[in-house]
Nanobody
Framework: QVQPVESGGGLVQAGGSLSLSCAASGSIFNRNAMGWYRQAPGKEREWVATRSSAGGSNYADSVKGRFTISRDIRWNTVYLRMNNLKAEDTAVYYC???????????WGQGTQVTVSS
């Protein structure tokens, strides 16, 4: 089964920036929304941002104004640019591909983002 593959996590100081990438194979994903979730230690996985195939973006209130999601349809890749990172952004970030019914369905393995305060 096709799986999204994330890259770009790491360690950064508070106030810094990181960019994440997620690549998925298969042209079928051109028609599907892609997005990001995250899971901090001891917490449930939470939604971060979504980018539709039409170009619309939505963000969780906690990251609005600091994170930017973008997408390159040609390469089935979605990006997450994270600015002004805070310690509470520390989590494993997961890329997801939504089904045509709008449900997050396919998941990557996750990439760790650690923000030191």
């Amino acid at each position: 089964q096709v799986q999204p593959v994330e890259s770009g996590g790491g360690l950064v100081q508070a106030g810094g920036s990181l960019s994440l990438s997620c690549a998925a194979s298969g042209s079928i994903f051109n028609r599907n929304a892609m997005g990001w979730y995250r899971q901090a230690p001891g917490k449930e996985r939470e939604w971060v941002a979504t980018r539709s195939s039409a170009g619309g973006s939505n963000y969780a209130d906690s990251v609005k104004g600091r994170f930017t999601i973008s997408r390159d349809i040609r390469w089935n890749t979605v990006y997450l640019r994270m600015n002004n990172l805070k310690a509470e952004d520390t989590a494993v970030y997961y890329c997801t591909i939504y089904s045509t019914l709008g449900q997050p369905t396919l998941w990557g393995q996750g990439t760790q983002v650690t923000v030191s305060s």
